[in-house]
T-cell receptor, first 114, second 114 residues
Framework: DQQVKQNSPSLSVQEGRISILNCDYTNSMFDYFLWYKKYPAEGPTFLISISSIKDKNEDGRFTVFLNKSAKHLSLHIVPSQPGDSAVYFC?????????????FGAGTILRVKS | KAGVTQTPRYLIKTRGQQVTLSCSPISGHRSVSWYQQTPGQGLQFLFE???????NKGNFPGRFSGRQFSNSRSEMNVSTLELGDSALYLCASSWIAGGSSEQFFGPGTRLTVL
C-alpha cells in the first residue's frame, strides 16, 4: 500500500531550465510534506517542506507546491544546475499514537545535463 | 558537530545468518529511526526509538528488531536473513520523537545477502 507515489522514476533536464518533480498521496491525514535529496553513498538530506495549511513554500531556487484537493505536490527547481543531479524523495508526515512518522515515495532520479 | 554515523558501511552475509547494524546519532539527539531502502520502493520505515523505547513500528516481520541504549546509540538486528533483505539500511536521528524536517540521516549500511 503505497500512500506516497512518485510516478516518474527518472527525469532529465537541461542546465538552466526548470525541473519539476511530482508526488501524489492518498492519505488525507498527512499534515506535513517534505522533499529530501540523496547523492550516491550519502544519506538523504532535507531540502524543503510545506505544511498542509499552505499551498506554496519557496527557498531560493526550490519551490514546493501543494494541491490538497488533488492530493498532489510538486517540487520546482529553477534554474536547474548540474549539482542538482540526485535522487529526490517526497515524504509525508502522519501523526501516530507515540509521535510522527514519515512515509516516503520511491524517489525520482534527476539528471541535469550541462 | 559530528553527523549521524553508521557501522559497518558494507556487509555481506549469507541466507540464514543474522546481522547487527549500529547507528550513532548526532550528539544530543534522542530519537533514532531506521529505514530500509530498496530500488523502486523508496525508504520503508522500520521503527523508531526515543529514550530507549520503541515509539513507532513499520510493517516488517519480527525478524527485524532494534534497541536503543542510554547514550541514544541504536542497533538494528535482522535474524534468519533472506535474499530480499539485501538493501541499504539508513538511520536518522532527531531531537524530538518522530517525523518532520528535524531528521538527519546517516550514510547507510549496504547489506548484501547471498
Amino acid at each position: 500500500d503505497q500512500q506516497v507515489k512518485q510516478n516518474s522514476p527518472s527525469l532529465s533536464v537541461q542546465e538552466g531550465r526548470i525541473s519539476i518533480l511530482n508526488c501524489d498521496y492518498t492519505n488525507s491525514m498527512f499534515d506535513y510534506f517534505l522533499w529530501y535529496k540523496k547523492y550516491p553513498a550519502e544519506g538523504p538530506t532535507f531540502l524543503i517542506s510545506i505544511s498542509s495549511i499552505k499551498d506554496k513554500n519557496e527557498d531560493g531556487r526550490f519551490t514546493v507546491f501543494l494541491n490538497k484537493s488533488a492530493k498532489h505536490l510538486s517540487l520546482h527547481i529553477v534554474p536547474s544546475q548540474p549539482g542538482d543531479s540526485a535522487v529526490y524523495f517526497c515524504a509525508a508526515q502522519v501523526r501516530g499514537e507515540y509521535g510522527n512518522k514519515l512515509v516516503f515515495g520511491a524517489g525520482t532520479i534527476l539528471r541535469v545535463k550541462s | 558537530k559530528a553527523g549521524v554515523t553508521q557501522t559497518p558501511r558494507y556487509l555481506i552475509k549469507t541466507r540464514g545468518q543474522q546481522v547487527t547494524l549500529s547507528c550513532s546519532p548526532i550528539s544530543g539527539h534522542r530519537s533514532v529511526s531506521w529505514y530500509q531502502q530498496t530500488p523502486g520502493q523508496g525508504l520503508q520505515f522500520l521503527f523508531e526509538y526515543f529514550s530507549e523505547t520503541q515509539r513507532n513500528k513499520g510493517n516488517f516481520p519480527g525478524r527485524f528488531s532494534g534497541r536503543q541504549f542510554s547514550n541514544s546509540r541504536s542497533e538494528m538486528n535482522v535474524s534468519t536473513l533472506e535474499l530480499g533483505d539485501s538493501a541499504l539500511y539508513l538511520c536518522a536521528s532527531s531531537w524530538i520523537a518522530g517525523g518532520s524536517s528535524e531528521q538527519f540521516f546517516g550514510p547507510g549500511t549496504r547489506l548484501t545477502v547471498l
